[in-house]
């Protein structure tokens, strides 16, 4: 793993949080996509080295509405930048970790992205992502 990639948030509304975080980060948003296989909305921001990535749902049955249902606003994954997904899935494979997909799916902000469970990861959604090769 070359490096924390972004840290995902789970937000009821993009409206509402994404002045708010602009305020707290001294920063603009620069990016907002909708990924519709996930049903979600995001926007991004830049700390550094690191983003962060707002989540809203996009459907009142997507896994971020049911994930602030369960759990509310907050911290939803941590998302780390790999140089090879499909090399890093199959070692974490091999060490036990048990991955939500088993082939890297697209994300967003032109990644492809594998989820790790959390129950393996001590109740902690784990993301690899590797920028797509143009």
Known sequence: MVKIEHIGIAVKELAISVPLFEKLLN???????????????????????????LLESSTPDGVIARFI??????????????????????????EGFVLLNEKPKDG???KLVCFLHPKGTN????????????
């Open 27 to 53: 920063s603009p948003c620069y990016k907002t996509e909708t990924v519709e296989s996930e049903k979600v909305n995001t926007a991004f921001f830049q700390q550094g080295q690191t983003k962060i990535e």
């Open 108 to 110: 967003a902000d032109n």
């Open 69 to 94: 249902e369960k759990k509310g606003e907050g911290i939803h994954h941590i998302a780390f930048d790999v140089e090879d997904i499909y090399a890093e899935m199959e070692r974490l494979k091999n």
């Open 123 to 134: 109740g902690v959604l784990v993301e690899l992502c590797m920028e797509k090769k143009k």
